[in-house]
């Protein structure tokens, strides 16, 4: 199978809803999918990247930039050829720097190519264990308790298995008191920071300890696994990394200095599901539970993320929500929460197409980039 062209698609999707994390608030999913086309069928994956360089350095602008100028010329030696090496692919990108979630997304528009070609899915593919996954959810920073415990309970009704709060300095304590008072000790409860605190703040924090919180994710800054050992060693509540695992060597730094006992593991951050399954791996073999993070993904991100939260080191509920979390209209067939679960797809490759009328609706330009 040759690669005969990458188109760049930019789109733009209404959340059903604002979302507010301590780094800002979305209105908007503004992303890039990327389409990778061989003369039989086409593969695609989705770049987890935001508007602003505000959860990490990457927004979805340089990842359009890099693509072009480096990651997909780069290739072209490659996927000239048919069949391609992913590994070579997965070589050739590590030559730049950086650029995680635009080097996932091309890897990941591959990787759907290549599999459909062969009629392999991607879940059997990275060795999916489960034919469907349990749910959690992550729910934003709110205007007051009473806005948040309703939200809380509809998420509950639905059949979440797990509820994520985002807190930040002022949203912390008194939402997750009310959340744990109202839902009671059964509730798989946790708390997203998204690095709004410091070291200074390790007595504060410690003030969530008694509710019994699954963990507590990323409550420092992203290039500070030093500190995060220190804070972890004055918590109860076990630290899970989100933002500061970029591959499995920071993994591995992370779990040798003893920066987090559990890894959010979201394949944009870390360069790909190949990527993914070494962080897997290295964790499952350290004892240390991962679970799949999100990003507002549409369908086509979701499907892959399915894939990956099969695996059977996963044993936390992921940010794996119904397509009903985030829009009205996906660009796929949507996800439908199931008793809390998540299929996971069972096509070839991803397993999910867009669905061209609907995402030609919501894209803002494409570029092809011939090979
Ligand atoms: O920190 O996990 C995060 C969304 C965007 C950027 C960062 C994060 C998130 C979420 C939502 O928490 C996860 C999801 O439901 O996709
Ligand atoms: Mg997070």
Sequence with gaps: MKITGIELRRITMPLIAPFRTSFGTEHHRDTLLVRAVTPDTEGWGE?????????SPEYTETAIDVLRRYLVPAL?????????????????????????????????ALLDAGLRTTGQSLGSYLGAAVPAVPCGV???????????????????????RRIKLKI???????????????????????????????????????????????????????DDLVQHAQLARRLSTPVCLD??????????????????SIINIKPGRVGGYLEARRIHDLARAHGVA?????????????????????????????DTSASSR?????????????DGHLPVPTGPGIG?????????????STEWIPL
């Design 47 to 55: 770049c987890a990247a935001m508007t602003a360089p505000l959860y």
């Design 76 to 108: 072209s030696p490659h996927l000239a050829q048919a069949p391609f090496d992913i590994n070579a692919v997965n070589r050739a990108l590590r030559r730049y720097r950086g650029h995680q979630m635009a080097k996932s997304a091309l890897e990941t």
């Design 138 to 160: 992550s729910v934003g920073i709110m205007s007051s308790v009473p806005e948040l415990l309703d939200a809380v309970d509809d998420y509950v009704g639905q059949g979440y």
């Design 168 to 222: 930040e300095p002022g949203w912390d304590l008194a939402p997750v008191r009310a959340v744990r008072e109202r839902f009671g000790p059964d509730l798989l409860l946790q708390a997203d920071a998204n690095a709004a605190y410091t070291l200074a703040d390790a007595p504060h924090l410690a003030k969530l300890d008694p509710f019994d919180l699954l963990l507590i994710e990323q409550p420092l800054a992203d």
């Design 243 to 260: 933002e500061s695992v970029h591959s499995a060597e920071h993994a591995a730094a992370a779990i040798t200095l003893g920066s987090c």
């Design 290 to 318: 991962v679970w799949c993070g999100g990003m507002l993904e549409t369908g086509i991100g979701r499907a892959a993320n399915l894939a990956l939260a099969a695996l059977p080191g996963f044993t936390l509920p992921g």
């Design 326 to 338: 985030y829009y009205t209209t996906d660009i796929t067939a949507p996800f439908v929460l199931q």
């Design 352 to 364: 999910v197409e867009p669905i061209m009328e609907l995402l030609d609706e919501v894209t803002v």
